[in-house]
């Protein structure tokens, strides 16, 4: 009775994300006039439900620099940020969830030496690996989250990790959209900046043998 209802939990989900992509539902969120027109109009509640719109958003994949670009332009810098990094977090949490209550034994059958990998690799130091991995120019942030939760770490360093990750890049892109928004060449040149200097990180971060077997360890191919 257990594998049947998380085999249904699970159509359900991929059902709702199927509808979304297919009817545009989330189409919005990659427009920044009507986000910020919708914020302004909606309040507190609009502000809730673009953040739970941009959980989702990220969380099926889509890019999160988008939606902080998106914010950053709605919102302003800071709080761009801020709220775009809360509803990644968000999506990541859901996407890890997701695999750890509906698919893990179903992906760790079908990508064994993947979970057996990433076990070694983020068994211990879990949260400073995370960070490192969402710090990098390469992999992806949905393979991340789904092989994590099939994994056996523990959710807290990877929450963590994956907070602190997301920061840098949020925080550029919410700039570059509040420069735009506001006309503002010193956010600006102040993204563009951070931008040239969050590459060279992730760069140097991925030259590292070590960062680039962590890289390897998420990205997307089996």
Known sequence: MFNWSRWLAFAVLA?????????????FIADRAQVASYLHSHGVEGLLAITLAGAIFTGIG?????????????????SGTLVSTLAATIGAT??????????????TRRFSRR?????????????LKVLMVRLLPVGSNLATNLVAGCSGIRFLPFLAGSTLGYLPQMLVFALAGAGIGTADEYQLTLSVALFILASMLGALLYHNQRARTLANSVSDHP
Do not use: H, K
């Open 15 to 27: 059902l709702v994300g199927y509808l979304a992509i297919q009817n545009g539902w989330l189409d």
């Open 62 to 78: 889509a890019p999160r620099q988008l939606l902080a670009f998106v914010l950053g332009f709605a919102l302003g810098g800071i």
């Open 94 to 107: 859901g996407c890890f969830f997701t695999a750890r209550w509906l698919l893990r034994t179903s992906l």
């Open 115 to 127: 979970m057996r990998q990433f076990d070694e690799l983020f068994r211990e130091q879990t949260l």
